[in-house]
């Protein structure tokens, strides 16, 4: 546990210098940004006369009223929580937008609608679904290294006349990694050239076994255009929140997590915020990342002002101090006190974080595991530049298997690296072999930032080589 000069002066209410000075008589020379460990705080604490109370996480989390216990009986059924993604032109917005024109409130407010990054739907048959119209697979990824378990079902747009490509494969492997059950909407059915079956056969082979076959992911044959099958669409989504035995006990402090945020020109920072648990009120104090504030307005993607929003209910929220990151956790607390004690308790946990974080990603973490022979599965990433060579590469690497260690390969594609491949990495340990191929300059930049390692090849037996010697923990990481 550790503190800055700086930290510690603000909650003291002391002037840096003063500390500083403290520190000297103790014979410790620090700056003001510098850390100093618990003990050496709790000297220059009693120095100053002021009286010494740690924080520890338990008491911090004391404060969450959203960690009240509850039974079994407080909980009830709560709508599901979708993602679409799929391929680019597939169909999405389409889609979405078909269903959305299916709503039967929506008329009420002259259906005009801004984003706000989730809404709710209300269908005829009195079903209730929220929809996350995030951007990307990157960012639903994103959302959930940060802790942020948000969606429940995940909706795979295929379409017809197009079946499974790039973007398809891209998908399906970050629904997977997030372990959210998956549906496929085959789209385009109007079209004359559309075949689902063959769609059926494509999902075959990443391992998505349909229901016609024999497993158990549902497909739904659908046109955006027509607004054929969107019915069924919605039988299948709510059929798959029964499996899933979705409940949520609203009366309670709420707890939530940031589905988007910014800074607004004029109305501040701004959230939208999915309630998860509980009642969200006009008026409640909150935590979130490490922001705090009291809800001052609250308003849906119709912009009608709501006084409070239950759960799976997205909201804008307004009155924030500062501006969180999606997937970061929404937390009702008793006052304004608790709310800043919080806030700073983890802007400080934070900070400590990244120092300790600093040159250390999670590949060398895996290889760590791997060494101590605590991990049987390695897990890596494969793009190249052609689909032979990536195919003779995943062959290559599944017959290195052994009664230990399995590589695990999370993905493989063609074409050059791009953020998705790089906040899947992350999410898992994965190392990125890139075969012939580059990474996008956005990538290139995330992986420096977020320590994912990408290693350029040219030669398969190089690739071997390397991860074989991955497996035993032995492989250098490169940053
Ligand atoms: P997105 O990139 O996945 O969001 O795809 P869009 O929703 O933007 O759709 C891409 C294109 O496909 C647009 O020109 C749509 O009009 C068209 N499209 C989408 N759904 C259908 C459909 O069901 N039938 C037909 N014929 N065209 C569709």
């Given at each position: 546990?550790?503190?800055?000069?700086?930290?510690l002066?603000?909650?003291m209410?002391?002037?840096?210098?003063e500390v500083?000075?403290?520190?000297?008589k103790?014979?410790?020379?620090?700056?003001?940004?510098?850390?100093?460990?618990?003990?050496?705080?709790?000297?220059?604490?009693q120095e100053?006369?002021?009286?010494?109370?740690?924080?520890?996480?338990?008491?911090?989390?004391?404060?969450?009223?959203?960690?009240?216990?509850?039974?079994?009986?407080?909980?009830?059924?709560?709508?599901?929580?979708?993602?679409?993604?799929?391929h680019?032109?597939?169909?999405?917005?389409?889609?979405?937008?078909?269903?959305?024109?299916?709503?039967v409130?929506r008329g009420?407010?002259g259906?005009?609608?801004?984003?706000?990054?989730?809404?709710?739907?209300?269908?005829?048959?009195g079903?209730?679904?929220?929809?996350?119209?995030?951007p990307?697979?990157?960012?639903?990824?994103e959302?959930?290294?940060?802790?942020?378990?948000?969606?429940?079902?995940?909706?795979?747009?295929?379409?017809?006349?197009?079946?499974?490509?790039?973007?398809?494969?891209?998908?399906?492997?970050?629904?997977?990694?997030?372990?959210?059950p998956i549906?496929?909407?085959?789209?385009?059915?109007?079209?004359?050239?559309?075949?689902?079956?063959?769609?059926?056969?494509e999902?075959?082979?990443?391992e998505?076994i349909?229901?016609?076959?024999?497993?158990d992911?549902?497909t739904?044959?659908?046109s955006?255009?027509?607004?054929?099958?969107?019915d069924?669409?919605?039988?299948?989504?709510?059929?798959?929140?029964?499996?899933?035995e979705?409940?949520?006990?609203?009366?309670?402090?709420?707890?939530?997590?940031?589905i988007?945020?910014?800074?607004?020109?004029?109305?501040?920072?701004v959230?939208?915020?999915?309630?998860?648990?509980g009642?969200?009120?006009?008026?409640?104090i909150?935590?979130?990342?490490?922001?705090?504030?009291?809800?001052?307005a609250?308003?849906n993607?119709?912009?009608?002002?709501?006084?409070s929003a239950?759960?799976s209910?997205?909201?804008?929220?307004?009155?924030?101090?500062?501006?969180?990151?999606?997937?970061d956790?929404?937390?009702?607390?008793?006052?304004d006190?608790?709310a800043?004690?919080?806030?700073?308790?983890?802007e400080?946990?934070?900070k400590?974080?990244?120092?300790?974080?600093?040159?250390r990603?999670?590949?060398?973490?895996?290889?760590?595991?791997?060494?101590e022979g605590?991990?049987?599965?390695l897990?890596?990433?494969?793009?190249?530049?052609?689909?032979?060579?990536m195919?003779?590469?995943?062959?290559?690497?599944?017959?290195?298997?052994?009664?230990e260690?399995?590589?695990?390969?999370?993905h493989?594609?063609?074409?050059?690296?791009?953020?998705?491949?790089i906040?899947?990495?992350?999410?898992?340990?994965?190392?990125?072999?890139?075969?012939?191929?580059?990474?996008?300059?956005?990538?290139?930049?995330?992986?420096?930032?977020?320590?994912?390692?990408i290693?350029?090849?040219?030669?398969?037996?190089?690739?071997?080589?390397?991860?074989?010697a991955a497996?035993?923990?032995?492989?250098?990481?490169?940053?």
């Open positions: 546990e550790t503190i800055t000069v700086q930290e002066a603000n909650r209410a002391e002037r840096a210098t500083i000075k403290q520190l000297m103790l014979g410790v020379m620090a700056t003001i940004n510098q850390t100093i460990d618990a003990d050496t705080a709790e000297l220059v604490v100053l006369g002021h009286t010494i109370k740690r924080v520890t996480a338990a008491d911090v989390e004391e404060g969450i009223l959203g960690n009240q216990d509850e039974t079994d009986e407080e909980q009830q059924p709560r709508p599901p929580v979708v993602t679409i993604m799929g680019v032109d597939h169909g999405k917005t389409s889609l979405l937008d078909a269903i959305r024109s299916a709503d409130v009420e407010a259906g005009i609608t801004q984003h706000i990054g989730a809404y709710q739907v209300n269908l005829a048959s079903n209730k679904i929220t929809f996350l119209d995030t990307g697979h990157a960012a639903f990824t959302m959930r290294l940060r802790g942020a378990t948000v969606t429940d079902i995940v909706v795979l747009v295929v379409a017809g006349d197009d079946g499974i490509m790039e973007q398809t494969v891209e998908a399906i492997n970050h629904a997977k990694a997030s372990e959210a549906i496929v909407a085959i789209n385009k059915m109007d079209k004359p050239d559309a075949n689902a079956d063959r769609v059926r056969q999902l075959l082979q990443h998505l349909v229901e016609e076959m024999g497993g992911i549902q739904v044959e659908v955006a255009k027509t607004k054929m099958g969107l069924k669409l919605e039988e299948a989504i709510m059929l798959q929140a029964e499996l899933l979705l409940k949520a006990n609203a009366n309670r402090a709420a707890i939530g997590a940031v988007e945020a910014k800074l607004d020109k004029g109305r501040g920072s959230a939208t915020v999915l309630v998860q648990k009642t969200l009120n006009v008026g409640d909150f935590v979130t990342g490490s922001e705090w504030g009291r809800v001052r609250m308003t993607e119709r912009g009608q002002k709501l006084k239950g759960p209910l997205p909201v804008e929220v307004l009155g924030l101090n500062g501006t969180p990151s999606a997937g956790d929404f937390i009702v607390v008793e006052n006190a608790k800043r004690e919080i806030a700073a308790y983890r400080q946990k934070k400590d974080l990244a120092a300790a974080a600093a040159g990603g999670s590949l060398e973490q895996m290889l760590a595991k791997l060494k605590k991990a049987e599965e897990p890596v990433i494969v793009k190249a530049d052609v689909h032979g060579s195919e003779a590469i995943a062959t290559s690497l599944q017959k290195m298997n052994t009664d260690v399995k590589v695990n390969i999370l493989t594609g063609v074409g050059a690296i791009n953020e998705s491949d906040t899947l990495a992350q999410s898992t340990g994965a190392f990125v072999i890139a075969f012939n191929v580059r990474a996008n300059p956005q990538a290139r930049e995330m992986s420096r930032r977020e320590k994912v390692d290693r350029y090849y040219s030669i398969i037996y190089n690739v071997v080589d390397d991860v074989k497996m035993s923990g032995l492989l250098e990481p490169e940053q």
